[in-house]
């Protein structure tokens, strides 16, 4: 079956650009994830969503960074006025529920350049 | 707050060699942890967890509690375990959510 997709897979933006990275998680998967990966600071949790919960956005870096799940599934990243830090490979994940929670499944990413 | 270390940013090793990789994590509660792995050109994957006691592709991983580690180790590297290792730590007040270390690039010279 198709596993989890992520669009675009590379995005160039002009600093102060706003971005928008598309995540398409594994069907019937009730938790999404995003992280942040980069050289020098490994795999950075952003944000999840699990179910109808709040989502725990307690690893978004700033106030520019905000993140939506429409209906259960796709969930969009949103970047505004982007930043060179902001330089990196957005992954985003999905999972199941119970004991499989912890096995994340995840898309190839994008790879994010601010120029 | 619970947190993962992993000292090692990079670590090399010959073909046929034992390989470690250190990774050492803080949380008050009980832990479960978990070794990702991404190979070249390839998707983050799960390569073992500790509840499941397995050994994966010759490796394999004991949870101390002691010495609060849970190293990753294979008594003789491949040259196909080149790849980045992640450690992470599930627990906390979000259910589901995994907290990763920094990871280990890990080359293994034929």
């Known amino acids: 079956g198709a596993g989890v997709s992520q669009s675009p897979s590379n995005k160039v933006t002009e600093k102060g650009k706003d971005v928008e990275l598309r995540c398409d998680p594994i069907s019937g998967h009730t938790a999404l994830y995003w992280y942040r990966q980069s050289l020098g600071q490994g795999l950075e949790f952003l944000i999840y969503f699990q179910g109808n919960s709040a989502p725990d956005k307690s690893g978004l870096p700033s106030d520019r960074f905000s993140a939506e799940r429409t209906g259960g599934s796709v969930s969009t990243l949103t970047i505004q006025r982007t930043q060179q830090e902001d330089s990196a490979v957005y992954l985003c994940?999905?999972?199941?529920?119970?004991?499989?929670?912890?096995?994340?499944?995840f898309g190839p990413g994008t790879r994010l350049t601010v120029t | 707050a619970q947190r993962v270390t992993q000292p090692e940013k990079l670590l090399s090793v010959f073909k046929g060699a034992p390989v470690e990789l250190k990774c050492n994590y803080s949380y008050s509660g009980s832990p479960e942890l978990f070794w990702y792995v991404q190979y070249s050109r390839q998707r983050l994957q799960l390569l073992l967890r500790h509840i499941s006691r397995e050994s994966i592709k010759g490796f394999t991983a004991d949870l101390n509690k002691g010495e609060t580690s849970f190293h990753l180790k294979k008594p003789f590297a491949q040259e196909e375990d080149s790849a980045m290792y992640y450690c992470a730590l599930a627990g906390g007040t979000s259910y589901g959510k995994l907290t990763f270390g920094q990871g280990t690039i890990l080359t293994v010279h034929p």
């Open positions: 994940a999905s999972s199941s529920t119970g004991t499989s929670v912890y096995e994340q499944y």
